[in-house]
């Protein structure tokens, strides 16, 4: 039986990919917020200017920046062991197996509304609230700024293909492990029938003497 489980659980390397995938796509945008917060001139006016950093606006992008990578990296959560039960250090929940919904509810609604937002955002990436504004930059800082926040494009969707896969996964697991218990009852019915048959073939030979 849990040789079987073992094998249901297992995630594809695809699988891995994207989950990594989704966690890097959120790196580079961190990474350009966190430049600006130690004083590099990103061509941005107003809130962003090189002049205001690093200030007060740091923590702020610095806070940004890490609070997005940690939910980037919760999608590994997906694909490693600690999504499915708590590692044994979490107080008084720690060795408990993490119900499948738990996981799966949260992941769909990220994963949606990254989608929904990112693509939001690249269809009004010129637009003058945005990329158009006269504060913005232009020529090369553009580009860097534009490449940077491109990959956030992916995070929804590999997102996505993660947890429909976890979902997959953890319903292949529960249903190998029931029907390694049936057969376990099973096995263990028969031994008992076989040993009722043995005690009472042993109490007619007794009689019989």
């Known amino acids: 039986m849990r040789r079987v489980v073992a094998e249901a659980l297992v995630v594809p390397r695809w699988v891995r990919w994207a989950a990594h995938g989704a966690v890097l796509s959120v790196l580079p945008s961190g990474l350009w917020r966190v430049a600006i917060a130690f004083g590099w001139d990103s061509g941005f006016d107003g809130f962003l200017d090189p002049s205001h950093f690093p200030g007060a606006g740091s923590f702020y992008l610095i806070g940004l920046s890490l609070f997005a990578e ?11 062991r600690w999504g499915e039960v708590l590692p044994d250090w979490v107080p008084v929940l720690g060795g408990r197996r993490i119900p499948t919904a738990a996981a799966v509810v949260p992941a769909a609604l990220g994963a949606a509304a990254v989608t929904l937002v990112t693509a939001l955002g690249a269809v009004t990436w010129t637009d003058s609230e945005n990329m ?6 232009d020529g090369a800082l553009w580009w860097v700024m534009t490449l940077c926040y491109a990959p956030l494009l992916a995070w929804g ?8 896969a976890y979902a997959l996964r953890r319903r292949r697991g529960s249903t190998a492990a029931g029907r390694g218990r049936g057969r ?3 096995h263990g019915g028969v031994a008992l029938r076989g040993a009722r048959l043995a005690g009472r073939e042993a109490r007619a030979a007794v009689g019989g003497r």
């Not at 940690?70 to 490693?80: D, N």
């Not at 158009?132 to 930059?137: E, L, V």
């Not at 969707?157 to 429909?164: M, N, Q, R």
């Open 70 to 80: 940690a939910l980037g990296l919760l999608t590994l959560g997906l694909v490693h």
């Open 132 to 137: 158009g504004s006269p504060d913005a930059p």
């Open 157 to 164: 969707p590999l997102l996505g293909a993660v947890t429909v």
């Open 184 to 186: 376990g009852e099973q």
